[in-house]
């Protein structure tokens, strides 16, 4: 799984270095890697958010339907599935692709981060290891390493020591170098992980904004859905979904859940720039008219045969 994660991670980092090494700047390259993935994600986006707003409108079908066959679910169970068929509800791929990418950017991401040697650099496994294994010297020194994250403690130790890290070549040191000093937020170092600071800390507003930005994405986007019209088990789920983000942007690096609150902002304006112009009741009416006129189609044809 660490090989998987660490391919994902390895081309994520192609990515973002070759923005960084546009802008010399990792906020500015995490921008525009978020940016790439909503514009590319864009036309399912907009897909969901009308299939959305379509089972927001089959709720109350589907609560009569329960409560007619309550007592027989094997029943129940057929009638609703008719009814979504009949609805045009059938279809979830586009939404279990957008669920697996999220969950493959939050690892990849974090992967591309930690490990900016073997993933952004692209530095040779051995290399790699031999740069970690002079961490304990500079341990002894008294210097705090970045406890778990052994490649980010390389990158911002070895500027000034690479005596010691003489295993890089010009090239690799020019990178480190680069990185080192882009790495970070208005001077704040993005290697920092809040949960090792105080909670009044600047660190610990990487993931209250992570928090406030998902409350505030989540809400307008069951707005514009009309999700919220629907029962508390599934308004509420989104929400329980932003447990695990919160929980890397308060345990990992800082550059997380800047990551996290970037993409959080732009969904949000990408949901109102759906709700403007391409407002999913609007495209929700325009599909059902093709929908419609696709069944008719379909019944003149059968009688065409007959």
Same mark, same amino acid.
């Given at each position: 799984? $660490?090989?998987?994660?660490?391919?994902? /991670?390895?081309?994520?980092?192609?990515?973002?270095?070759?923005?960084?090494?546009?802008?010399?700047?990792? $906020?500015?390259?995490? #921008?525009?890697?978020?940016?790439?993935? @909503?514009?590319?994600?864009?036309?399912?986006?907009?897909?969901?958010?009308?299939?959305?707003?379509?089972?927001? @409108?089959?709720?109350?079908?589907?609560?009569?339907?329960?409560?007619?066959?309550?007592?027989?679910?094997?029943?129940?169970?057929?009638?609703?599935?008719?009814?979504?068929?009949?609805? &045009?509800?059938? &279809?979830?791929?586009?939404?279990?692709?957008?669920?697996?990418?999220?969950?493959?950017?939050?690892?990849?991401?974090?992967?591309?981060? #930690?490990? %900016?040697?073997?993933?952004?650099?692209?530095?040779?496994? !051995?290399?790699?290891?031999?740069?970690?294994?002079?961490?304990?010297?500079?341990?002894?020194? /008294?210097?705090?390493?970045?406890?778990?994250?052994?490649?980010?403690?390389?990158?911002?130790?070895? %500027?000034?020591?690479?005596?010691?890290? !003489?295993?890089?070549?010009?090239?690799?040191?020019? !990178?480190?170098?680069?990185?080192?000093?882009?790495?970070?937020?208005?001077?704040?170092?993005?290697?920092?992980?809040?949960?090792?600071?105080?909670?009044?800390?600047?660190?610990?507003?990487?993931?209250?904004?992570?928090?406030?930005?998902?409350?505030?994405?989540?809400?307008?986007?069951?707005?514009?859905?009309?999700?919220?019209?629907?029962?508390?088990?599934?308004?509420?789920?989104?929400?329980? *979904? *932003?447990?695990?983000?919160?929980?890397?942007? #308060?345990?990992?690096?800082?550059?997380? &859940?800047?990551?996290?609150?970037?993409?959080?902002?732009?969904?949000?304006?990408?949901?109102?720039?759906?709700?403007?112009?391409?407002?999913?009741? @609007? =495209?929700?009416?325009?599909?059902?008219?093709?929908?419609?006129?696709? =069944?008719?189609?379909?019944?003149?044809?059968?009688?065409?045969?007959?």
């Amino acid at each position: 799984m $660490s090989a998987i994660l660490d391919f994902i /991670g390895s081309i994520f980092g192609y990515v973002l270095w070759f923005f960084f090494d546009l802008f010399d700047n990792y $906020s500015l390259a995490i #921008v525009c890697f978020a940016l790439i993935i @909503k514009i590319l994600f864009f036309p399912l986006d907009i897909k969901a958010k009308i299939t959305a707003a379509r089972s927001a @409108k089959t709720f109350s079908k589907q609560a009569a339907i329960r409560k007619m066959y309550k007592d027989n679910p094997k029943k129940q169970a057929e009638e609703i599935a008719k009814l979504t068929e009949k609805e &045009g509800l059938s &279809g979830g791929f586009g939404s279990l692709i957008q669920t697996a990418f999220q969950i493959i950017s939050m690892f990849g991401i974090f992967r591309a981060i #930690v490990k %900016p040697l073997t993933n952004m650099f692209h530095i040779s496994a !051995d290399k790699v290891s031999s740069a970690v294994a002079k961490l304990p010297t500079l341990a002894n020194e /008294g210097l705090k390493l970045i406890q778990g994250y052994d490649q980010l403690s390389v990158v911002r130790f070895a %500027p000034g020591r690479f005596h010691i890290f !003489d295993m890089f070549n010009s090239s690799e040191v020019s !990178d480190i170098l680069d990185f080192n000093k882009g790495f970070n937020f208005f001077g704040i170092d993005f290697s920092l992980t809040p949960k090792g600071f105080s909670l009044f800390h600047v660190v610990w507003l990487f993931p209250l904004c992570c928090f406030l930005t998902s409350i505030i994405s989540v809400h307008i986007n069951q707005k514009v859905s009309k999700t919220s019209e629907m029962p508390g088990c599934v308004k509420i789920t989104p929400y329980l *979904m *932003m447990v695990p983000y919160l929980f890397f942007a #308060v345990n990992m690096p800082i550059a997380v &859940g800047f990551y996290y609150i970037i993409t959080n902002i732009l969904t949000i304006i990408e949901t109102l720039i759906i709700a403007k112009f391409f407002s999913p009741a @609007k =495209l929700v009416a325009k599909a059902e008219a093709a929908r419609v006129a696709r =069944l008719l189609q379909e019944e003149k044809n059968v009688g065409k045969k007959k």
